[in-house]
């Protein structure tokens, strides 16, 4: 008497649970030319390190994708890294020579902590300082409405737009303190 083939029994899926993701950070840059021209197509790296020295594969090893090409303007944008965790980068292109940074932190997420404190320095003097966190802003309008109005202040009214345009640019960050603390006091000399 044979015995009867028994199908083979389907595993029991496995339940993971929950997965939460966090935000990735952003690290961006500019590579040139020593003459300062832009260099379009260099492709950026992120190399894996073992214990000891990095380690970089020449030109003719094993493709990998680069994690980003500069464009015309000479800029990358890199997306999803883990913040706070350092990468090290490398770049290349064709008929130039190889170049590495290592310990590149992406930003941190969570909102860094400042303390800022303005004085008025003639008698009887006076000082605020406010304690809070910032968010960092790159929208290109607030940039160049905050970039006019602050070289409003400083360089005249009739520079603010210039400066507008010129400081209110990608690359830039407007700083949003949010206060959690505000200590004042007039009259410090009376």
């Known amino acids: ?95 130039w020579v190889r170049k590495s940074e290592s310990g590149v932190e992406p930003p941190r997420t969570e909102p860094l902590l400042v303390s800022l404190c303005v004085d008025e320095d003639i008698p009887p003097y006076a000082y605020v300082r406010v304690d809070g966190t910032t ?10 409405t905050w970039a006019a109005r602050i070289g409003g202040r400083y360089m005249g009214a009739e520079r603010a737009a210039e400066y507008g345009a010129r400081n209110g640019v990608e690359g830039e960050l407007l700083v949003r303190i949010t206060p959690t603390r505000i200590v004042a006091q007039a009259g410090i000399a009376d």
């Open 1 to 95: 008497m044979k015995p009867a083939m028994m199908p083979p029994r389907k595993p029991e899926p496995v339940d993971v649970g929950s997965i939460a993701l966090d935000p990735g950070a952003r690290v961006n840059g500019l590579v040139s030319a020593p003459d300062g021209s832009p260099i379009e197509g260099v492709e950026v790296g992120i190399v894996k390190t073992a214990a000891g020295p990095m380690m970089m594969g020449g030109r003719g090893g094993p493709a990998t994708p680069p994690a980003a090409v500069t464009g015309a303007d000479d800029r990358f944008a890199l997306d999803d890294l883990e913040p706070g965790k350092p990468v090290n980068l490398s770049f290349s292109r064709a008929g």
């Open 135 to 144: 968010s960092l802003l790159d929208d290109p309008e607030l940039l160049r």
